[in-house]
């Protein structure tokens, strides 16, 4: 069973930048796709990143956000910069056994979510 652990929201301004981290234990972690979703209050999970041996980017972050990962550390993070108010949700790591989706549905493991809050 993998465990993931996300770390790194916090509070910012607009146009500002944070690295979200997510360790994972108990698993082959280069074995899975790796994603990081967030959800808005009110509002769907919605994939943003993913990565395998490519990444996948939604277009409301691409540009903004990258996603990479160190298998030696068994850590996935999502680099944000320009920042905007829209992007305020908990964002969660999770990790798939089928490359490449954006489906939540068939992500087998989670995080418990770190907030990201950004101020206009």
């Known amino acids: 069973q993998v465990q993931l652990v996300e770390s790194g929201g916090g509070l910012v301004q607009a146009g500002g930048s944070l690295r979200l981290s997510c360790a994972a234990s108990?698993?082959?972690?280069?074995?899975?796709?790796m994603g990081w979703f967030r959800q808005a209050p009110g509002k769907e999970r919605e994939f943003g990143a993913g990565?395998?041996?490519?990444?996948k980017y939604a277009d409301s972050v691409k540009g903004r956000f990258t996603i990479f990962r160190d298998n030696a550390k068994n850590t996935v993070y999502l680099q944000m910069n320009s920042l905007k108010p829209e992007d305020t949700a908990v964002y969660y790591c999770?990790?798939?056994?089928?490359?490449?989706?954006?489906?939540?549905?068939?992500?087998?493991?989670w995080g418990q979510g770190t907030q990201v809050t950004v101020s206009s």
């Open positions: 999770a990790g798939s056994t089928i490359w490449r989706t954006a489906t939540a549905k068939f992500y087998d493991y």
């Open positions: 108990g698993g082959t972690f280069s074995n899975l796709y």
């Open positions: 990565i395998g041996r490519s990444t």
